[in-house]
């Protein structure tokens, strides 16, 4: 009798649920994140330029998150705040 081994299934890496083939891609489906190389839901990948697309190359929220994190877009912290003259 040959030794079967048990199909493990895969899991999201950002919202921990499971990966299932019988999801379709307008109801889900998965892709993989080009930055971790981990499976993730299509709901876990992070927006485009418009909120409905998915962004490209496919990048995960958690990686989109840390990219974000460590290299910010606008540099907020170089405002002052004016002070007030002759009170």
């Known amino acids: 009798m040959p ?3 048990p199909v493990e299934g895969r899991q999201c890496a950002v919202c ?3 990966l299932y083939r019988d999801t379709t891609m307008l109801r889900g489906g998965w892709s993989r994140c080009t930055v971790c190389d981990e499976f993730v839901h299509y709901g876990c ?3 485009g330029k418009v ?3 998915k962004a490209r190359p496919r990048v ?3 990686c989109r998150a ?3 994190g460590t290299a910010p877009s ?3 912290g170089t405002h002052t705040i004016p002070t007030a ?3």
Do not use: R
């Open 66 to 68: 840390a990219q974000d």
């Open 51 to 53: 909120s409905f697309l």
């Open 74 to 76: 606008s540099p907020t």
């Open 3 to 5: 030794l079967l081994l």
């Open 85 to 87: 003259v002759g009170s």
């Open 60 to 62: 995960c929220k958690a």
């Open 16 to 18: 921990k649920d499971g």
């Open 45 to 47: 990948l992070a927006s």
